[in-house]
Every structure is written in structure tokens, then in C-alpha cells.
């Protein structure tokens, strides 16, 4: 057997154990091997919980340890960057939670350093990598409701105010947090590269927005509508709509679809309603990394794609006059 793929961790982050421990319990290829976190204390009782053999004492000790091949990123959106660029620089590869970066100009500064080094850095968009992802581009390349029309996509979940994306300085907010996968999705399903026409945030101090509306528009005419919202009593929630001349495709629960979701095609023949089997986003993430780092294929959400996202983000906080994290 081939060695396995050594992961470092660089944070005790809520999202690490479902993200790299659990699915890597089904991925034989991998093996969790280390983490560190800002408080040492923190990071032992992360590994004690989650049978991980070595604690380090900084970020640094776990890019430089030389039996871990890859890094897992989990940090806030503030500190994407340059670690991830350590790393790459140290020969790992990297896989980074999203959003990739604080803005466009930190996520084209991670993939320069990932094409020197020659190692995959990968934006973890777990969603995607899911065979309902793939059914749905399908249903829409199809044009199994015609030729498109519109797209809507949603994700809302109230974060309470303590919470650290309602920090500036961690380039929090939450179309960073929650908008970036209906953006994601919106040019992903489609395969169209959708321009902002306008946005309008809900504010919190430090230009945090706490609820995003944003309007788009594809080349040829077809528009797109994203909701997010982490405000106090929202509704947890995300669906994604595609209507075209012929009907409707609806997508209830496109993030997680491992927990429930459903597929629904409306035409004026009926409704037909789809379930995608399949593991968890992450199992599927995961095997798609251990694909890329073993160059048998690409990683599909790449630097490049990354890149993409982050201007489409960018643009939407512009649109709504407020600044780019980060800048």
C-alpha cells in the first residue's frame, strides 16, 4: 500500500472534526497526523478527544513538521493567506476552508505560491464535490427546464453577535461566512460566470454585514438573485431555483444534502421529485483531494476557481458600498 496522505490541522476549529476527522476515517489514504491551535491547552484536548498522535505548539511547528504532507486550514477567513502560503512554501499542500481568502488580492497571492510549489491548493467547498452537485449541473446543462431563465439561491443561519464573523478584523461577515455558497453555486451549477448589478447589506458596526440581497446577471440575458442572512431569528435554511422556459428545478438543502435534502423538477408534464444517494460532502471532498495531491485528477475547486469566487464577492460588498475584507 501507498503511504498514506499526513494531514496537519492549524486550528481546533468547530468545522475540523466533521470536515478532516470524520471523513477521514472512510478515506484509508488519509491519516490525520498532528494539530496546533492558538491555545496549546485547546489543541491537547482536540487531540485527546480525536486520537490525534502529536500536539504542536504553534501553527509554524505543524507547517514545518517534515512527516505531514498536507494542511488543513480551518482558521477565520483572516488568517487563509499567508499560513496557507507558508505552507505551500514548505512543500504541503493545503486544502482551505472557504472562503479561500479575506479578498480577491490575498486569494491570487495563494495561487501564485501554490504554482511555484508545485503542490494543490484546494478551497473546500465540501458541497460540491457531492453527486447531487453533479445532478443538478447536469438538470440545468440539459436544459431539462428549457433554456434558463433565472436562479435564486438562499443560506441563512443565525450566528449569535459574539461570534467571531462579526469581527472585522477577521474579515468576518456574512456573505463571507453564508453568501460565498449560494455565489458559488449560482456560477457552478449554471457554468456561467454571472457580473454584480447591484446589493444591498444589512449592517452591523465594522462594516459587518449581517443580511445580503444581490442581484446578477449572466451574458445573454438570464439573471440570478442571493439571500443570506445570519441575523438573530432567522431561519436556518438553504435551497437553490433554476426557472427556465419549460419549468422549474428546486434544490431544498444543496450545502449538506448528506443530512436530507431534495431535488424537484416542475414541468408542464408534472412534478418529478429526486433524492442523490452518497457519503457525507466531506467524504467526497476528501477523496477528491487525496485524487489530486496523488495527480490522477485535478481538484475541482481549485486556486483558480477560488479566484473567481473571491472577485464575485468582492464585487457584491462593493456593490452594497462597503469595503472588500480585508482591504
Known amino acids: 500500500m501507498k503511504k498514506p496522505i499526513r494531514f496537519g490541522i492549524i486550528g481546533a476549529a468547530r468545522i475540523a472534526p466533521n470536515a478532516l476527522i470524520a471523513a477521514a476515517k472512510l478515506v484509508p489514504e488519509v491519516e490525520v497526523a498532528a494539530i496546533a491551535a492558538r491555545d496549546e491547552a485547546r489543541a491537547r484536548a482536540f487531540a485527546a478527544e480525536h486520537k490525534v498522535p502529536r500536539v504542536h505548539a504553534t501553527y509554524r511547528d505543524v507547517i514545518d513538521d517534515p512527516e505531514i504532507d498536507a494542511i488543513y486550514n480551518p482558521l477565520p477567513n483572516s488568517h487563509h493567506c499567508q499560513l496557507s502560503i507558508d505552507a505551500l512554501r514548505a512543500g504541503k499542500h493545503v486544502l482551505c476552508e472557504k472562503p479561500m481568502a479575506a479578498n480577491a488580492v490575498e486569494a491570487e497571492r495563494m495561487s501564485r505560491a501554490a504554482r511555484e510549489s508545485g503542490r494543490v491548493l484546494g478551497e473546500a467547498f465540501h458541497y460540491h464535490y457531492h453527486p447531487l452537485s453533479e445532478r443538478v449541473r447536469e438538470l440545468i446543462r440539459s436544459e431539462a427546464v428549457g433554456h434558463l ?179
Open 149 to 327: 431563465d433565472e436562479v435564486e439561491a438562499h443560506f441563512s443561519v443565525p450566528i449569535p453577535a459574539s461570534d467571531i464573523r462579526f469581527d472585522w478584523k477577521l474579515a468576518g461577515g456574512c456573505t463571507m461566512d453564508l453568501g460565498c455558497y449560494p455565489l458559488h453555486m449560482i456560477s457552478h451549477f449554471t457554468g456561467l460566470a454571472p457580473t454584480v448589478v447591484r446589493a444591498k447589506a444589512q449592517i452591523v458596526p465594522e462594516n459587518i454585514d449581517i443580511a445580503m440581497e444581490a442581484v446578477l446577471q449572466f451574458e445573454g440575458g438570464a439573471s440570478a438573485r442571493m439571500t443570506c442572512s445570519m441575523a438573530q431569528g432567522v431561519r436556518i435554511g438553504a435551497h437553490f431555483t433554476a426557472r427556465g422556459e419549460l419549468g422549474e428545478i428546486k434544490v431544498t438543502n444543496p450545502v449538506a444534502p448528506h443530512i436530507g435534502h431534495s431535488l424537484v423538477i416542475r414541468t408542464a408534464s408534472g412534478e418529478k421529485q429526486e433524492t442523490v444517494a452518497g457519503d457525507t460532502t466531506f467524504t467526497h471532498q476528501l477523496r477528491a483531494f487525496v485524487a489530486a495531491v496523488s495527480g490522477e485528477l485535478p481538484f475541482a475547486t481549485d486556486d483558480i476557481e477560488a479566484i473567481a469566487n473571491m472577485r464575485l464577492i468582492d464585487d457584491v460588498y462593493r456593490a452594497a458600498g462597503l469595503p472588500p475584507r480585508g482591504s
